[in-house]
């Protein structure tokens, strides 16, 4: 910043990206119309090839609104309600649990007992081998959703109970008016696309040691367009506050400070190297003890 002080200018909200993520939730609405009457077997494809890609790109608009990139920061609510909306085609409730432990995330990078991002002993000894890491990547929904609650279980909140109360009654009223189906083409989409999916691939990209000394990465390749430039992800960690429509920027201007920097090329050769090579697995992440920082 020092340097390049017009990195500030690039903070603040991004004025499209509610209407980006309320066209993606209409569209989702719209398919769950459209698939009410298709069979199983092409419930589970259209989820995995459509449905679960945008409801995997609506938890990526999240990440960018838990950072009040939507409304701003002086709009704190409004960016927690519109993550509520913005949660309604994946499912399940999420939105709000996400905010509460990514802030920690940031302050805590590789935090033992803190940054929940971080694999268990278990995962670490038992996903070792190259179809038991193959399984892990397709458990990672369920290793994301409940390793929170062990490794640092917080008091539920008030908008966690809201966004579930939200969330429920938009799955009863889908259920009610077109059936079974589509709610499990939602649920079923985000199971899927957040398991083993080429999309996925950005979760072992971002903070998997694959060359020592180095704990993150980006990737400047075309699945950007669909998840809200999270590949720019060492950029994302230096400003938080950066929409990510503006992090391909950052890194134009201060190119000295990131060009040299190791990046992937391919979200799916980062996994084909996570399941087959036997350097790699859920132990492969930095780990530190970190002091508490106190709350201002």
Known sequence: LAKYPEIKTLMGPDPHLKWIVSGMVFVQLLACYLVKDLSWKWIFFWAYAFGGCINHSLTLAIHDISHNVAFGNKQAKWNRWFAVFANLPIGIPYSASFKKYHIDHHRYLGGDSLDVDIPTDFEGWFFCTPLRKLLWLFLQPLFYSLRPLYVNPKAITRM???????????????????????????????????????????????????????????????????????????????????????????????????????????????????????TLGPYSRVKRLCKLAKES
Not at 171 to 197: E, Q, R, S
Not at 239 to 258: D, H, N, T, W
Request: charged fraction near 15%.
């Open 160 to 278: 966690e109970i809201l966004n579930a109360l939200v969330q429920f009654s938009v799955d009863l009223i889908i259920y009610y008016l077109w059936g079974l189906k589509p709610v499990i083409y939602l649920i079923a989409g985000t199971i899927l696309c957040l398991g083993f999916h080429p999309i996925s691939g950005h979760f072992i990209a971002e903070h998997y040691m694959f060359l020592k000394g180095y704990e993150t990465y980006s990737y400047y390749g075309p699945l950007n367009w669909l998840t809200f430039n999270v590949g720019y992800h060492m950029e994302h960690h230096d400003f938080p506050s950066i929409p990510g429509c503006r992090l391909p920027m950052v890194k134009k201007i201060a190119a000295e400070y990131y060009d040299n920097l190791p990046h992937h090329q391919s979200w799916i050769r980062v996994l084909w190297d996570f399941v087959f090579d036997d």
